[in-house]
């Protein structure tokens, strides 16, 4: 199998662009913006992306590419928010929501698994109107959920890949943010044009990385 693009040790993993010359964007240094240069797409389902602030200015920011590429989406920086309606706006119902959980690497022959707040598994029929993900290390993302306890009134959407992340996760199951939304769109009915290409602009970047 092809090793991943970016390693667990190697330092640009860490690499940040100063905030005074980022795109406000795309949060690339401003003389590398990539604004004008992906592909957007209108999708179906709305995403919202959470942002542990750690993460905002990190030279391999996927959250941020994913937001560029998808029209119907939202990128929210920060620890907590008050409640789900303060997220997705007062029309929206959590019944009809999920949010990508941090569990994986469950033996199952299905990509994705959506599970209900009581925690029964739904029919694979039943159609989201958005998704939430959480975009930060492992330790990061317990830390919003512990913060966040709304999140619990969603339904959890658990993906199983059955390929390795383009980055080397702490966790063997782990995905970057881009993958897992790319993953979760092209197996719950968006046009697989859409996760390709998020996965291919991802890898442009990445290779832009020195």
């Known amino acids: 199998m092809q090793e991943p693009l970016l390693l667990r040790n190697d330092t640009r ?6 905030k005074e010359y980022a795109c406000p964007e795309c949060r690339r240094q401003r003389r590398s913006c990539i604004c004008g240069k992906v592909t957007a ?5 709305r995403i919202i992306i959470l942002q542990h602030p750690q993460e905002q200015f990190k030279v391999s920011n996927s959250a941020a590419l994913a937001h560029l590429m998808l029209r119907n989406s939202s990128l929210l920086t920060g620890l907590s928010w008050k409640s789900f ?8 119902i959590p019944s009809q929501w999920g949010i990508l959980h941090l569990k994986g690497g469950r033996n199952s ?13 739904m029919e694979t029929s039943f159609q989201l109107k958005g998704i939430i993900a959480i975009d930060g290390s492992w330790k990061q993302a317990k830390a919003l959920w512990w913060r966040n306890s709304w999140f619990l009134k969603l339904h959890r959407i658990v993906l199983n890949p059955d390929f390795k992340s383009i980055r ?33 602009q991802y890898k442009n970047l990445i290779k832009t990385i020195k």
């Not at 797409?41 to 389902?45: A, L």
Request: no cysteine; charged share 25%; proline share 5%.
């Open 41 to 45: 797409f209108s999708n179906r389902i």
């Open 168 to 200: 080397n996760q702490s966790k063997e199951e782990g995905l970057s943010t881009i993958e897992a939304i790319a993953f979760a769109l092209k197996n719950l009915g968006e046009k697989p044009v859409v996760s390709d290409t998020l996965i291919s």
């Open 109 to 121: 022959e299905t990509p994705v698994e959506i599970f209900g707040r009581n925690g029964s598994l």
């Open 85 to 92: 309606k303060a997220v997705a706006g007062e029309k929206e």
């Open 13 to 18: 993993v860490h690499m940040k662009v100063p």
